[in-house]
Antibody
Framework: EIQLLQSGPEVKKPGESLRISCQGS????????IGWVRQRPGIGLEWLGI????????RASPSLQGQISISADESTSTTYLQVNSLKNTDTGMYYC???????????WGQGSLVTVSS | DIQMTQSPSSLSASVGDRVTITCRAS??????LSWYQQKPRQAPRRLIH???NLHSGVPSRFSGAGSGTQFTLTISSLQPEDFATYFC?????????FGPGTRIDIK
Protein backbone atom coordinates (compact mmCIF):
# COMPACT_ATOMS: atom_id res chain seq x y z
CA GLU A 1 0.00 0.00 0.00
CA ILE A 2 1.37 3.39 -1.01
CA GLN A 3 1.52 5.82 1.90
CA LEU A 4 2.95 9.24 2.63
CA LEU A 5 3.33 9.85 6.36
CA GLN A 6 3.91 13.42 7.48
CA SER A 7 5.31 14.77 10.71
CA GLY A 8 3.08 16.16 13.42
CA PRO A 9 1.73 19.63 14.14
CA GLU A 10 4.07 22.53 14.77
CA VAL A 11 3.67 25.78 16.71
CA LYS A 12 6.22 28.45 15.89
CA LYS A 13 6.85 32.13 16.52
CA PRO A 14 7.27 34.70 13.75
CA GLY A 15 10.82 34.74 12.45
CA GLU A 16 11.50 31.10 13.34
CA SER A 17 12.05 28.23 10.92
CA LEU A 18 10.38 24.87 10.67
CA ARG A 19 11.00 21.59 8.88
CA ILE A 20 8.23 19.18 7.96
CA SER A 21 8.94 15.60 6.89
CA CYS A 22 7.11 13.25 4.55
CA GLN A 23 8.07 9.58 4.50
CA GLY A 24 7.02 7.49 1.55
CA SER A 25 6.41 3.74 1.59
CA UNK A 26 4.99 1.08 -0.69
CA UNK A 27 6.67 2.29 -3.88
CA UNK A 28 10.11 3.08 -5.34
CA UNK A 29 10.82 6.36 -3.54
CA UNK A 30 13.53 7.61 -5.88
CA UNK A 31 11.36 7.21 -8.96
CA UNK A 32 8.58 9.73 -8.28
CA UNK A 33 8.50 13.48 -7.75
CA ILE A 34 7.17 14.61 -4.37
CA GLY A 35 5.42 17.96 -4.19
CA TRP A 36 4.42 20.26 -1.34
CA VAL A 37 1.09 22.06 -1.19
CA ARG A 38 -0.17 24.55 1.38
CA GLN A 39 -3.70 25.41 2.42
CA ARG A 40 -4.13 28.50 4.53
CA PRO A 41 -7.34 29.11 6.52
CA GLY A 42 -10.21 29.95 4.19
CA ILE A 43 -7.94 29.88 1.15
CA GLY A 44 -7.52 27.26 -1.53
CA LEU A 45 -4.53 25.13 -2.40
CA GLU A 46 -1.13 26.67 -3.08
CA TRP A 47 1.63 24.78 -4.91
CA LEU A 48 4.93 25.35 -3.09
CA GLY A 49 7.47 23.20 -4.86
CA ILE A 50 8.54 19.75 -5.93
CA UNK A 51 11.57 17.45 -5.76
CA UNK A 52 12.73 14.34 -7.62
CA UNK A 53 14.47 12.21 -4.97
CA UNK A 54 16.43 10.28 -7.60
CA UNK A 55 18.66 13.25 -8.38
CA UNK A 56 17.31 15.96 -6.03
CA UNK A 57 16.15 18.10 -8.95
CA UNK A 58 13.99 20.72 -7.28
CA ARG A 59 11.57 23.41 -8.43
CA ALA A 60 10.03 25.99 -6.13
CA SER A 61 7.35 28.60 -6.54
CA PRO A 62 9.07 31.92 -7.38
CA SER A 63 6.85 33.68 -4.85
CA LEU A 64 8.39 31.58 -2.08
CA GLN A 65 11.86 30.98 -3.40
CA GLY A 66 14.28 32.10 -0.75
CA GLN A 67 11.84 31.30 2.02
CA ILE A 68 11.49 27.58 1.38
CA SER A 69 13.85 24.74 0.62
CA ILE A 70 13.01 21.16 -0.28
CA SER A 71 15.30 18.16 0.20
CA ALA A 72 15.14 14.38 0.13
CA ASP A 73 16.92 11.53 1.90
CA GLU A 74 16.78 8.33 -0.12
CA SER A 75 18.13 6.25 2.79
CA THR A 76 14.93 6.92 4.77
CA SER A 77 12.56 7.57 1.83
CA THR A 78 11.84 10.96 3.35
CA THR A 79 11.27 14.36 1.80
CA TYR A 80 11.61 17.57 3.79
CA LEU A 81 10.11 21.05 3.45
CA GLN A 82 11.89 23.82 5.32
CA VAL A 83 10.22 27.19 5.71
CA ASN A 84 12.32 30.08 7.00
CA SER A 85 11.47 33.50 8.42
CA LEU A 86 7.97 32.39 9.34
CA LYS A 87 5.14 34.89 9.35
CA ASN A 88 1.65 34.67 10.82
CA THR A 89 0.40 34.24 7.25
CA ASP A 90 2.35 30.98 6.93
CA THR A 91 -0.18 29.38 9.27
CA GLY A 92 -2.00 26.54 7.56
CA MET A 93 -2.03 22.88 6.60
CA TYR A 94 0.93 21.63 4.62
CA TYR A 95 0.58 18.55 2.45
CA CYS A 96 3.08 16.42 0.60
CA UNK A 97 1.88 14.50 -2.42
CA UNK A 98 3.36 12.10 -4.95
CA UNK A 99 3.43 13.27 -8.56
CA UNK A 100 2.39 10.57 -10.96
CA UNK A 101 4.51 10.93 -14.10
CA UNK A 102 3.28 14.37 -15.02
CA UNK A 103 -0.34 13.57 -14.23
CA UNK A 104 -0.73 15.59 -11.07
CA UNK A 105 -0.72 14.18 -7.57
CA UNK A 106 -2.02 10.65 -7.08
CA UNK A 107 -1.25 10.07 -3.39
CA TRP A 108 -1.32 12.61 -0.58
CA GLY A 109 0.02 12.77 2.96
CA GLN A 110 -2.37 13.38 5.83
CA GLY A 111 -1.20 16.97 6.26
CA SER A 112 0.90 18.78 8.86
CA LEU A 113 -0.75 21.66 10.70
CA VAL A 114 1.52 24.66 11.20
CA THR A 115 0.57 27.52 13.50
CA VAL A 116 2.66 30.68 13.55
CA SER A 117 1.80 32.99 16.40
CA SER A 118 3.57 35.24 18.82
CA ASP B 1 2.79 31.99 -13.89
CA ILE B 2 -0.22 30.33 -15.45
CA GLN B 3 -3.39 31.59 -13.79
CA MET B 4 -6.26 29.17 -13.27
CA THR B 5 -9.85 30.29 -12.82
CA GLN B 6 -12.88 28.22 -11.91
CA SER B 7 -16.58 28.83 -12.27
CA PRO B 8 -18.77 28.90 -10.44
CA SER B 9 -17.01 29.55 -7.14
CA SER B 10 -19.87 27.79 -5.39
CA LEU B 11 -23.18 26.16 -6.22
CA SER B 12 -26.12 24.58 -4.46
CA ALA B 13 -27.47 21.37 -5.89
CA SER B 14 -29.67 18.41 -5.02
CA VAL B 15 -28.94 14.71 -4.95
CA GLY B 16 -29.38 13.38 -8.46
CA ASP B 17 -28.53 16.68 -10.19
CA ARG B 18 -26.06 16.87 -13.05
CA VAL B 19 -23.31 19.35 -12.19
CA THR B 20 -20.58 20.86 -14.37
CA ILE B 21 -17.62 22.91 -13.16
CA THR B 22 -15.38 24.84 -15.54
CA CYS B 23 -11.67 25.53 -15.20
CA ARG B 24 -9.83 27.94 -17.49
CA ALA B 25 -6.09 28.43 -17.92
CA SER B 26 -4.51 31.76 -18.84
CA UNK B 27 -2.49 30.02 -21.58
CA UNK B 28 -2.57 26.75 -23.48
CA UNK B 29 -1.69 23.76 -21.29
CA UNK B 30 -2.60 20.88 -23.58
CA UNK B 31 -4.26 18.25 -21.41
CA UNK B 32 -1.93 18.74 -18.44
CA LEU B 33 -4.76 19.21 -15.98
CA SER B 34 -6.09 17.17 -13.08
CA TRP B 35 -9.13 17.52 -10.82
CA TYR B 36 -9.31 17.01 -7.05
CA GLN B 37 -12.05 16.66 -4.47
CA GLN B 38 -11.52 17.87 -0.93
CA LYS B 39 -13.81 17.36 2.04
CA PRO B 40 -13.43 19.27 5.32
CA ARG B 41 -10.47 18.17 7.41
CA GLN B 42 -9.28 15.77 4.70
CA ALA B 43 -6.45 15.82 2.19
CA PRO B 44 -7.42 16.35 -1.44
CA ARG B 45 -8.17 13.28 -3.53
CA ARG B 46 -7.48 13.04 -7.27
CA LEU B 47 -10.50 12.36 -9.46
CA ILE B 48 -9.27 12.98 -13.00
CA HIS B 49 -5.83 13.12 -14.64
CA UNK B 50 -4.75 14.15 -18.12
CA UNK B 51 -7.98 16.19 -18.32
CA UNK B 52 -10.24 13.23 -19.04
CA ASN B 53 -8.88 10.07 -17.42
CA LEU B 54 -10.66 8.72 -14.37
CA HIS B 55 -8.36 7.99 -11.43
CA SER B 56 -8.44 4.40 -10.20
CA GLY B 57 -11.36 3.74 -7.86
CA VAL B 58 -13.25 6.94 -8.67
CA PRO B 59 -16.93 6.39 -9.51
CA SER B 60 -17.88 6.63 -13.18
CA ARG B 61 -20.36 9.45 -12.50
CA PHE B 62 -17.30 11.74 -12.55
CA SER B 63 -15.95 12.73 -15.94
CA GLY B 64 -13.53 15.30 -17.29
CA ALA B 65 -13.21 16.96 -20.68
CA GLY B 66 -11.34 19.71 -22.46
CA SER B 67 -7.92 20.66 -23.69
CA GLY B 68 -5.97 23.80 -24.40
CA THR B 69 -7.35 26.41 -22.04
CA GLN B 70 -10.86 25.23 -21.10
CA PHE B 71 -11.75 22.19 -19.09
CA THR B 72 -14.82 20.77 -17.37
CA LEU B 73 -15.56 18.37 -14.57
CA THR B 74 -19.02 16.83 -14.66
CA ILE B 75 -20.82 14.81 -12.01
CA SER B 76 -23.64 13.05 -13.84
CA SER B 77 -25.83 12.34 -10.81
CA LEU B 78 -24.79 14.03 -7.58
CA GLN B 79 -24.57 11.75 -4.56
CA PRO B 80 -24.58 12.76 -0.88
CA GLU B 81 -20.86 12.02 -0.58
CA ASP B 82 -20.06 14.40 -3.45
CA PHE B 83 -20.78 17.57 -1.48
CA ALA B 84 -17.25 18.95 -1.22
CA THR B 85 -14.87 21.46 -2.79
CA TYR B 86 -13.31 20.75 -6.18
CA PHE B 87 -10.00 22.09 -7.48
CA CYS B 88 -8.23 21.91 -10.82
CA UNK B 89 -4.44 21.85 -11.12
CA UNK B 90 -2.30 22.65 -14.15
CA UNK B 91 1.00 20.78 -14.34
CA UNK B 92 2.11 21.92 -17.77
CA UNK B 93 4.56 24.54 -16.59
CA UNK B 94 6.33 25.42 -13.34
CA UNK B 95 5.13 26.66 -11.00
CA UNK B 96 2.15 24.37 -11.12
CA UNK B 97 -1.00 26.23 -10.11
CA PHE B 98 -4.36 25.33 -8.64
CA GLY B 99 -7.70 26.87 -9.43
CA PRO B 100 -9.40 28.69 -6.54
CA GLY B 101 -11.94 25.92 -6.01
CA THR B 102 -15.66 25.31 -6.45
CA ARG B 103 -17.73 24.39 -3.40
CA ILE B 104 -20.81 22.25 -3.90
CA ASP B 105 -23.43 22.60 -1.15
CA ILE B 106 -26.67 20.79 -0.56
CA LYS B 107 -29.68 22.74 -1.80
Amino acid sequence: EIQLLQSGPEVKKPGESLRISCQGSGYVFRGYWIGWVRQRPGIGLEWLGIIYPGDSDTRASPSLQGQISISADESTSTTYLQVNSLKNTDTGMYYCARADGGQGFDYWGQGSLVTVSS
Amino acid sequence: DIQMTQSPSSLSASVGDRVTITCRASQVIGNDLSWYQQKPRQAPRRLIHAAANLHSGVPSRFSGAGSGTQFTLTISSLQPEDFATYFCLQHNEYPHTFGPGTRIDIK
